[in-house]
């Protein structure tokens, strides 16, 4: 258990609700995020057809809530983000992490956010029959690569209307996100 984790809990052999077996389990930790506060991190993972759900939810009630930050060095791959599976993560000119039934939710780091776009690209790549789509997604990994060196610079963008995500940094801009019915 890492040290962070205040609560855990496991359930094990629940009903998977892909492969219907009794191989599923059902994690729930409380843990600390620092500058953020107390979250429920919830995990079903099947170890029969490896499926896996795994979403985040702040203790305390928070608002519809949209960060900005510049991504510019090296040191900002350390950048601590918090995100839920109702977040849009918007990477302009590079990629969008799309909010759903099927989305995740964690806390990880800038470079973490890069590592799962550039999975995202390159499982696409594998797909793509076309020389100029397989061209266009190399172009795109060398543009990640640039940015984890702190070699070119990138937006990113997380909107999420319910209040759980976040930028852990001083240079992120927070600003309340404007929902839709809501004033
Ligand atoms: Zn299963």
């Given amino acids: 258990m890492p040290k962070d984790v205040i609560l855990q809990e496991d359930i094990e052999h629940e009903t998977c609700p892909l492969c219907h077996k009794k191989s599923l389990i059902l994690t729930e930790r409380e843990t600390e995020v620092p500058y953020f506060g107390k979250v429920y991190i919830f995990s079903m993972t099947c170890s029969n057809c490896k499926y896996h759900k795994a979403d985040i939810e702040s203790i305390e009630q928070k608002d519809p809530v949209k960060y900005e930050f510049k991504i510019s060095s090296e040191d900002d791959m350390k950048v601590r983000v918090v995100k839920s599976s109702e977040a849009t993560v918007k990477l302009p000119h590079l990629a969008t992490i799309s909010p759903g039934p099927a989305a995740q939710g964690y806390v990880t780091n ?74």
């Fill in 110 to 183: 800038i470079e973490g956010i890069l590592n799962r776009v550039k999975y995202q690209i390159e499982a696409a790549r594998e797909m793509e029959e076309g020389e100029e789509d397989k061209k266009k997604a190399k172009n795109l990994l060398k543009k990640i690569l640039n940015i984890t060196w702190g070699k070119e610079k990138q937006k990113i963008i997380i909107e999420d209307p319910s209040g759980n995500s976040a930028i852990i940094s001083d240079k992120a801009i927070k600003s309340p996100l404007k929902v839709k019915g809501i004033q």
